[in-house]
């Protein structure tokens, strides 16, 4: 019966299976920005676990916390105390690496603070020099020396776990230690751990500049993780302080404000959640239809049944939804209602009307609500050429490989979603393009939420300008010395614009 | 300074001169009620002199001594965006004998003398505004006159990252940049101001302007070694020819700094083509 059966999924490349089950992830901050953005993360998860109550809760708990004296599973009962005295604090399954100790302390800090969970001191790795935003010296110089202590941390925390279900690396790629040190780490672990999905939340600098030598480390880094990773999820710093400015209504925001947007994207993603079977279109399935689902539909018992054999969601099935091709690996992320905290009780959302403008933000490759091009459409089917003329605007459309689909709250298990599972978005020869994932449970206090994963365009024009700044300094020679004296040279280079340039190409196919 | 050329990292000069004409330009605009002959000191709670018969150089050491304070600064506090020695070097030496950094601050002091009011305050666009102008600059040059290679911003106080972006791309029109540093900033974010001013800003420069101090350096050293004068007294315990050979150094590097300035963008840039897709 369907529904019921375990789906295996698949490694395109290399044909591995992984029993589709939650498990427990593990967290690698890397960097600054990586710290940063981790703590974020986890204060939202655990505020989340503290707003949801009985077996939402406790899987929460169980992917992203360790708690040393959980109770024994008793029938009914959550595993967890309600609050949560000293000894049993939920300790966030992380491990901290940075290459000097201020902000690795002020992280562990801010977790005690808030009273509700900790980071493990024990977890931490710092030194005191720094990187230098040198992408060679995190790479080479460091990578070599912390490889084993860092591997071994990690070891510890993946031993920690009843069942581990992958890597989540948060970094930045402008830097020196999250982008260069960042990378060595994903490459180690995937030597060392080659069946775990590894997925990297990665921060995209400001395009004004943060950093001189941005367009080098973010080519290098880019380069490196597209080869190990399972997924890359790409967090603009310009899209994310646009989100602070427009719908939060922030004049001035911080990295902090920043940091929780691109948190609250991610959770949207992480947290338990069923997938669901949905017809051809992506909508609802028909009573006695195969695979062929009608138009939107009613709710009926073959839908009832999907959603009583419930698989749930874990960190497997999140990257092998969206990344069905080796060459295609850049995700980003959407969300969508983002208003200002008092908003929230004067405005009412359907989720019809949530479910079209995430599909206009995927058309029109913004990860914003607000200025939407509602013109665009896409061309149906695979046909680009109609009456013979070139179809112009129509194709200015942002094309997409894939995309997983999550809805938090109430009757988020009935919901069409055609708009977003619409084929006419997805190249015809991808089986499943669009992966439905529900929870009744709320997100951050809303009635209804949507994210969107998307396996699409939208990092490509960054990637294309990041690509011809890098040209311009690598062709006047400039900081060429700092990258050779830590074993970066030309080569290293070229290599790595060549395979940014083959993935760009990829897409740009699309 | 040419030993520094071979072998620093990095070397910020400090004009006398010009700290001499920021001091000067603080104590005019100051108050009159100022008591005669007492000196202007840097820091808070530095070296305090009543009466008259002030040290003259604590002013202009005091400014120096903050430039030091708010560049470490970054190593020293908290902040949304840190930023240690480490970074400064990496990030503004593209080429490895070009390593003279152009610094400027604003605030240049902190604390007003005894029984005096404070320095006006700013708003944080205008500090951002005086670090690039010609008053603030710790050297007798006009930084817009001549090309950026980079250009570092270190914040200290209440400042956040879309202020200093906001500020670069305002200011960023009225510079010259090299045309392969379209984003040639690097903003460093400190929690801590110092101490009597809510924020401040740090802005190390490589300007290819450094190379007027170059070369009025060479000409004064050219003008004593055409004549051989006082030349006996170095020969004593050096060889001749290192001086010489010191000079070019110099001489080159002046040079380098003027090509950069005047060099055009090159018409094409290399780039890969990928051949073949899927």
Known sequence: ?510 | CAALAEHADCVMPVENQALMDIVTSIYEKSDVNTRRGSALTGVDGGVEVSGHGGRPWDAMNGIAANLLLNLTAGARFDGALNVDINEVTTNLVPFPKMHFLLSSMSPATVSADKGKAAPAPRTMDQIFTEVFGRDRQLASVDPRRSTYLACALMMRGAVTVSDASRNVDRLRKGLRMAHWVSDGFKVGLCDRAPTGTPYSALCLANNCAMRKPLDAMTSRFQKLRRRNLYVHHYGEFMEIDDMDAAASTIAELAEEYARVDAAPPPETVPSIRPIGVL
């Open chain 1, 1 to 510: 019966r369907r529904g019921t059966s375990p789906r295996t999924g698949q490694r395109p490349s290399q044909g591995r299976c992984f029993p589709s089950m939650p498990g427990s992830v593990v967290t690698v901050q890397l960097g600054q920005c990586g710290n940063q953005v981790g703590t974020e993360l986890f204060s939202t998860l655990a505020r989340e676990a503290v707003a949801c109550s009985g077996s939402t809760r406790d899987e929460i708990l169980d992917a992203f916390f360790r708690t040393p004296n959980a109770r024994r599973d008793r029938a009914g009962s959550s595993k967890f105390p309600d609050d949560f005295p000293e000894a049993s604090t939920p300790t966030a399954r992380a491990v901290l690496i940075d290459m000097e100790p201020k902000v690795v302390q002020s992280s562990v800090r801010i977790a005690k603070k808030s009273g509700r969970w900790r980071f493990d001191t024990t977890r931490t790795l710092a030194f005191q020099a720094g990187s230098g935003n040198n992408w060679a010296r995190g790479y080479n110089t460091y990578g070599g020396q912390v490889r084993e202590t860092a591997c071994e941390l990690i070891r510890k925390e993946v031993e920690q776990c009843d069942f581990f279900g992958g890597f989540l690396l948060l970094q930045s790629m402008a830097g020196g230690t999250g982008a260069g040190l960042g990378a060595y780490v994903a490459q180690a672990l995937r030597d060392e751990h080659p069946h775990a999905p590894l997925l990297n939340h990665c921060v995209w600098p400001y395009e004004s500049g943060e950093v001189i030598v941005q367009s080098y480390n973010t080519l290098l880094t880019a380069s490196a993780l597209l080869d190990c990773s399972d997924g890359v999820i790409v967090a603009q710093n310009d899209s994310l302080h646009k989100t602070c400015v427009k719908q939060l209504r922030l004049p001035r925001p911080t990295f902090t404000d920043m940091n929780s947007v691109a948190a609250k994207q991610l959770a949207g993603v992480l947290l338990p959640s069923a997938n669901r079977e949905v017809g051809e279109n992506g909508g609802l399935i028909r009573m006695g239809d195969d695979k062929n689902g009608g138009g939107p539909g009613m709710m009926d018992t073959k839908t009832k049944n999907a959603r009583n054999g419930r698989k749930t969601h874990g960190l497997h099935d999140v990257v092998t939804d969206v990344c069905c091709f080796p060459a295609a690996r850049l995700l980003s992320l959407r969300q969508l209602p983002v208003l200002p905290q008092k908003s929230v009780e004067f405005e009412t959302f359907t989720w019809p009307g949530l479910l079209k403008r995430t599909r206009q933000m995927l058309l029109s490759g913004t990860t914003l609500e607000e200025g939407l091009d509602w013109g665009l459409e896409p061309t149906g089917g695979s046909t680009e050429k109609r009456d013979g003329k070139t179809p112009g605007r129509r194709n200015a459309y942002t094309k997409c490989f894939a995309s997983s689909l999550f809805l938090r709250g109430g009757n988020s298990d009935l919901v069409d979603a055609s708009a977003v599972g619409d084929p006419c978005l997805y190249p015809p020869w991808v089986p499943k393009p669009c992966s439905v994932n529900w929870s009744n449970s709320k997100f951050d206090g809303k009635e209804m939420s949507v994210t969107l994963l998307s396996n699409c365009q939208t990092p490509c024009p960054p990637i294309g300008r990041m690509l011809s700044r890098a040209y311009q300094m690598k062709s006047a020679g400039a900081y060429k010395h700092q990258y050779a004296e830590h074993g970066v040279g030309d080569d290293e280079f070229a290599e790595a614009f060549a395979r940014v340039e083959d993935v760009l190409a990829t897409y740009r196919a699309l």
